[in-house]
C-alpha cells in the first residue's frame, strides 16, 4: 500500500533501531534496489552522524513514552540533491501484551503536508530562497528584505522555527550539501568545498569539522569503509 502512496515514504525499526521494513520510496532514496539490502541497518549506517544522532533521539523517546512522536520537522536532501523540509511521523509498535517491540513511521515532503506547518509558512518564502542560493552565498539584508522583515525580526523568526539564526542555519544546509555531495563516486574534497562557497579548504574543513565532529577527509573515508 504504502508503494503506492506519492510523497510517502514508510519504514519499521525493531527496539535495536534496525530497519526491518521499508517502503519503495524510502529504499530507493539511499541508492538501494531491493528492501533486502536495507535490513538490519540503522541510521548511523545511512546518515551522517549528526543527523542520525537527532533520529536516535527521537526514536529512543517513542520506544521509552510508548507514544506517539508526530509533525517532527526535518531537513533531507531530495533525489536530485535539493535540500528540502520533510515531515516525519513515528509511533510505537506494541505486542500481544502491550509491550513496546519497535517503533514505525512515515516521511513526507513539505509540499505534501504543509498544512501541519503553518508556523514555518511565514518565512517559506526565505526558505525558498536560501534553497536557490545558499551555494553561491546569502545575504542576510538581501533575504530580511525579500520577505518585508527587518534582519532584526528575521533572526528572530529562524530563532522561533528552527532554533538557530539564518546564518546558522545556512551554514548547517551547507555542510549537508557537502555531505551528501563526499558520497557521490570520485568526490574530491577541495572541490566540494569550492562548489558550496568555502573560500579554501581550511575554512571548508574548520566548518565541516564544527558541523560533524570530524574531518571532511576522515568522513569520506568512513562513508566508503561503509558502503565497501
Not at 545558499?134 to 528552527?162: D, N, W, Y
Request: proline content about 4%.
Amino acid at each position: 500500500m504504502f508503494d503506492h502512496l506519492p510523497d510517502l515514504a514508510f519504514f519499521a525499526k525493531d527496539r535495536e533501531f534496525r530497519l526491518m521494513c521499508a517502503s519503495r520510496r524510502f529504499i530507493e532514496r539511499f541508492g538501494f534496489h531491493h528492501e533486502a539490502e536495507m535490513i538490519g541497518r540503522n541510521d548511523f549506517d545511512l546518515f551522517p552522524a549528526r543527523l542520525a544522532e537527532n533520529f536516535r533521539r527521537d526514536d529512543e523517546e517513542v520506544l521509552t513514552s510508548g507514544k506517539p512522536k508526530l509533525n517532527i520537522v526535518e531537513l533531507f536532501f531530495t533525489d536530485q540533491g535539493i535540500p528540502d523540509w520533510f515531515v516525519t511521523n513515528k509511533l510505537p509498535l506494541f505486542d500481544e501484551k502491550g509491550r513496546v517491540i519497535g517503533l514505525m513511521g512515515t516521511v513526507q515532503s513539505f509540499e505534501g503536508k504543509k498544512q501541519v506547518l503553518q508556523p514555518y509558512l511565514q518565512i517559506d518564502r526565505a526558505l525558498a530562497y536560501i534553497r536557490e542560493h545558499f551555494r553561491s552565498g546569502v545575504s542576510i539584508t538581501e533575504l530580511a528584505q525579500i520577505v518585508h522583515l527587518s534582519p532584526r525580526q528575521l533572526h528572530r523568526k529562524f530563532v522561533e522555527t528552527f532554533g538557530a539564526s539564518p546564518q546558522a542555519f545556512i551554514m548547517k544546509l551547507r555542510i549537508q550539501a557537502a555531505c551528501e555531495l563526499l558520497q557521490k563516486e570520485g568526490s574530491q574534497i577541495a572541490e566540494v568545498g569550492r562548489d558550496l562557497g568555502f573560500c579554501d579548504q581550511s575554512a571548508f574543513t574548520q566548518h565541516f569539522h564544527r558541523h560533524m565532529g570530524m574531518t571532511p577527509l576522515r568522513y569520506l573515508r568512513q562513508f566508503r569503509l561503509r558502503r565497501s
